[in-house]
């Protein structure tokens, strides 16, 4: 049992050799299987993230959550979709056929195909390419597209509404997303995950390089569209944004790509920070591998939704204030003195994680001074000076 | 095998489709979108001659990351410029755009 | 006809279909997702081509970036959902009549040149992960091309303000304080 994929795949290679197939044409068709293998297992296993989600948003608020469909309601989410299946597509008048049907398709497209190249155990990965890290970038602002689409042919005002602030906040925190993906990259010297996670076996690179992880996971939540950057589907504000239009199945499918959204930010925070499929036995049995990644993911996806549960929406200037004025200098700020404390730590595993932590602390002090100079310097303008009327606000800072 | 001449052939092909867009739609923007196809087509011009010509010399792949930077930014000011012009003129169109004329 | 000649002039169809389709749709949101199909399938030849970091590179820059800020500008410039008047200029036929005889022009060229139809088998390359490490190093490398990439860079840097200045609502902002 040392590869057992490997061994699957040969028999299937056999066994349609044997059928009288050609040697080429036989392993391209066992490529396609495999994607949709890799396809069906990522959006059927959505169907437990859902249903694990409800259960816990539940009880962080004190109340059950799902508890009717099945044993401990597992089975809501088979029966949410089931309504959903059977309901009538509609188009409003006025819509854009053709790119009202294509927007949920993109959407879904973008959170599936990202699973191609996230590594469950050592040789088991969709596919290995050396260019992982910005494949994923590329796939991310697909999705990005299908979420304006969606929002301008619904022929629908508040829809578009929703479709532009949505374009604002994916595009502007994909900026800090792509900086903080460039430190991995310097740290196993590789693009390929494969890579970055076998360059984790001494030291995790969340020890290395906490600020960056951090950073990297802050922006993942508001690319995803999740709590607190949630203004997307503010349903008190915007009557759900960009999909209000979207009933049925097309509504399943953009529900399916934002709950696998996340389970894929875990995924990929696992592999590029946490070690991936690292962990005690893996290089003898394999299959453990997959045990230690889901395991390390669902950590990652509990913490998404603990946050989400926790804190309130932000508006929409507050975002986009803290994405350019925060996240992107931090980010850019880290890229150097990551760059720099690289190319200064010595050798070994020991030397080389106090001289990154040293800068972690630097980047993190620097941000708190600012911080503080900051808060002080606004504090001390909106105090009027004594004896004078206070200065006439017109909008707020 | 596929021969160099095939690549070539659509690369002209392409930068020959996107002329016309630059050359016959009266939208600025439509414009911009054929002077995207045009760099395009130079890109893939450049990565076909570095595969078949030079594949040991980066140069050509140097090249056409250039060019996408480039691309880039020329997009990025152009429909910075159309929406400006928009907003004073409320018209994108092309032949409507013609105080400098003589 | 092998399978790899029967992908290309399948990614080729694609590619010229969408160009094709940009030039002559009205709806100019139609003309931005043919444009998407023409860059997806320039990035399946930059595949082809063994150009990989050059295709993801051309799917995250002109497909994430470029088509949508092209989007974008058309939400952002049009009065009505509608387009209105011809989608061509009345010198459309010069325009088909100029671009035909440039290709044409092209074609008889490249017929001409024997280096070009020798070239029948690809030479050989390197590894991917060393391709990547070269173009790298190449464009740090003071022997090579590190001016062209810090002039791309100052020419982005430029381009980032003057959008910004240029695509700045008319009104001047209030003369109060900004909040700091």
Known sequence: MSDPFGQISQFLLDLLTGWGLEAGLAAFLLKLLGAAAMGMLALFSTFLFIWGERKLLARIQIRLGPNRAGPFGIFQTVADFAKLVTKELIVPSGADHFVFLLAPILVVMSAVAVWAVVPFAPRFIGTDINVAVLYIVAIGSIGILGIMLAGWSSNNKFALLGAFRAAAQLVSYEVPMVLTLLIPTMLAGSMGTVSIVEAQRQMPFLILAPIPALLFFISSLAENGRAPFDLLEAESEIATGFNVEYGGLMFGMFFVAEFLHAFTIGALTTTLFLGGWLGPGVDRYPILGVVYFFGKSLLVWFTIIWVRMSLPRIRIDQMLAFNWKLLTPLALAAVIVFAVADKLAPGGVLGRTLVLLAGNALLAVGTLAGLWVHARASRRAATPPVGSTPPMRVSPS | ?102 | MTAMQIVFLVIGAATLLGGVMVVVSRNLIHAALWLILSLAGVAALFVLLEAGLLAVVQVAVYIGAIAILIIFAVMLTRRVMADSGPAANPNWWAAALAALMIFAGLVVVFMQLPALGAAQAAPLAGDPEVLVEDLGRALVDVDRYVVPFEVASVLLLAALIGAVVVARPPEAPLPEEEGR
């Not at chain 2, 392409?14 to 002329?19: A, N, P, Q, S």
């Not at chain 2, 990565?47 to 594949?55: D, E, S």
């Not at chain 2, 910075?80 to 012009?85: G, N, Q, Y």
């Open chain 2, 1 to 102: 095998m596929i021969p160099l001449t095939w690549y070539l052939l659509l690369a002209a092909g392409l930068f020959c489709v996107g002329l016309y867009g630059v050359l016959a739609r009266r939208n600025a923007v439509a414009i911009l979108m054929g002077i995207e196809l045009m760099l395009n087509a130079v890109n893939l011009n450049l990565v076909a001659f570095w595969r078949y010509i030079t594949p040991t010399v980066i140069a050509g792949q140097v090249f056409a990351v250039i060019v996408f930077a480039v691309a880039a930014s020329e997009a990025a000011v152009g429909l910075a410029l159309i929406i400006s012009i928009y907003r004073r003129r409320s018209t994108v169109v092309a032949d409507e755009i013609n105080m400098l004329k003589w």
